[in-house]
């Protein structure tokens, strides 16, 4: 069911199946910043990712000597959320576990999506509580697609990436091989970075410890701040294609708390390389924000 927030600055629409932004208009210059959805380059628009980001190796998981098997992001973008409060510019939604992805994810949980909106921004604030007796392990991210161009006289090539790393933290970059990740290098500055499909021709690219991240046009300023300090790691993606060298009308920007396997990894999920440990009975909180310019 769709559900909309909004305020004088913006009209939201959220699909309780998945509680998936699936549209942004801002009502004073009528843009609308999310890609559509279209399954000829990639059918969704907003996907929460949890109970892993990326993709495990084999696609299979170790944990406390059982083996479990689980597809790339994990399950909760495909489960129908209920609506628990609705005013105006705010709306969340929450599920809870109650043993039904015991085959593949053994813990119980309950997440809280929270969509809020603040003048022209948007603000993600996602809750995990662990509802076990002991520790729970997972990972959680975001992977809202933006439209590009926003307005039909641009090209992608008029937009940039800027970037604002964290401070007195090193940024890795990361590649992936396979679908899994290993450290391409540190980068000591990041400079603004032109959009081009040549970007995307090895899938995502993936950095740690960036605080925020603008897509803007340099044509016309329209664009959108992604900020979410404290994350560690944050991937931009968009759909390629090798036989025309050319890229889908969209770029995600996506912050992350995980990431994909690495090469070397042991499969045993307690030892995933940016797994979250959240003691028995803790709650897990993090909050990102878009701004639409």
């Known amino acids: 069911m769709k559900q909309i927030i909004e305020n004088d600055w913006l009209k939201v629409e959220i699909d309780s199946h998945g509680a998936e932004i699936r549209a942004v208009e801002h009502k004073k210059n009528k843009i609308n910043y999310m890609w559509t959805g279209d399954s000829a380059y ?3 628009v907003s996907p929460v990712l949890f109970p892993i980001v990326g993709r495990l190796k084999e696609d299979k998981y170790q944990l406390e000597g059982n083996t479990y098997e689980m597809s790339q992001h994990g399950f909760l973008r495909d489960v129908d959320f209920e609506l628990s409060t609705h005013s105006g510019g705010n709306a969340s939604f929450e599920i809870t576990s109650n043993g039904r992805f015991k085959d593949i994810y053994p813990y119980e949980f309950k997440a809280v999506i929270t969509y809020a909106l603040n003048q022209n921004s948007l603000s993600v604030d996602w809750k995990i509580e662990n509802q076990n007796n002991g520790e729970m392990y997972f990972s959680i991210g975001a992977h809202p697609a933006f439209r590009i161009p926003l307005i039909e006289s641009e090209g992608v090539e008029d937009y940039q990436l800027k970037f604002t790393p964290a401070p007195h933290k090193e940024v890795m ?34 950095y740690s410890h960036i605080d925020r991240i603008e897509l803007v046009s340099a044509k016309s300023n329209h664009g959108i701040e992604v900020g979410f300090t404290d994350f560690p790691f944050v991937g ?5 294609n090798e036989e025309n060298n050319s890229m889908a009308p969209f770029v995600c920007i996506e912050p992350w708390c995980g990431v994909a396997d690495t ?31």
Do not use: C
């Open 236 to 240: 931009i993606w968009s759909k390629y």
């Open 173 to 206: 970059e990361y590649e992936l091989g396979n679908a899994l990740i290993h450290e391409k290098g540190v980068r000591t500055n990041l400079p603004d970075i032109q959009v081009q499909p040549g970007l995307f021709t090895k899938d995502a690219i993936i």
């Open 42 to 44: 990639w059918g969704r």
């Open 263 to 293: 090469h070397d990894t042991t499969g045993n999920l307690k030892e995933k390389f940016g797994i979250n440990q959240l003691e028995a009975g803790g709650i897990f909180q993090k909050v990102y924000t878009m701004t639409f310019k």
